[in-house]
């Protein structure tokens, strides 16, 4: 499997559930979408198809965020990503892009629009290297 980083907002609201054992398992998916930046309106704007990314996580992460992932939130996932082939009921083959997380972060509100921007006033945007104090 491949190592990816996927921004993305929650389809649904994520599924707990508990394996026989008693072992936590957390489901989500989470929606990418390519995004492009149209010159002449200077907008944002959808460049393709949405992938939704299947999540999984276990144990103690898994009750950890439960509580927190929600329909629309949005979460920068890094992790193993590869694609599962499975056979659907009507007899077809079917694709699922899957990822084994290491990082689930959630993006914070105030930040979800601007995330690609420097912020104002940085003190070290375009300091030279002999600038930084460390």
Excluded: C
């Amino acid at each position: 499997m491949a190592n990816i980083e996927v921004t993305g907002n929650l389809g649904s609201d994520s599924e707990l559930t508990f394996t026989p054992n008693g072992k936590a398992k957390l489901e989500f998916s989470v929606g990418d979408t390519p995004r492009r930046l149209n010159q002449q309106t200077n907008q944002w704007e959808d460049a393709g198809e949405t992938t939704w990314w299947r999540v999984t996580e276990w144990e103690a992460k898994a009750e950890f965020w439960a509580e927190h992932l929600t329909k629309g939130t949005k979460v920068i996932v890094v992790g193993s990503g590869g694609v599962r082939t499975y056979e659907k009921k009507d007899g077809t083959k079917g694709f699922s892009a899957e990822i084994r997380p290491k990082t689930i972060a959630i993006v914070p509100k105030g930040q979800q629009r601007q995330a690609a921007r420097p912020p104002q006033n940085d003190p070290w945007t375009g300091a030279e290297q002999s600038q930084v104090p460390f």
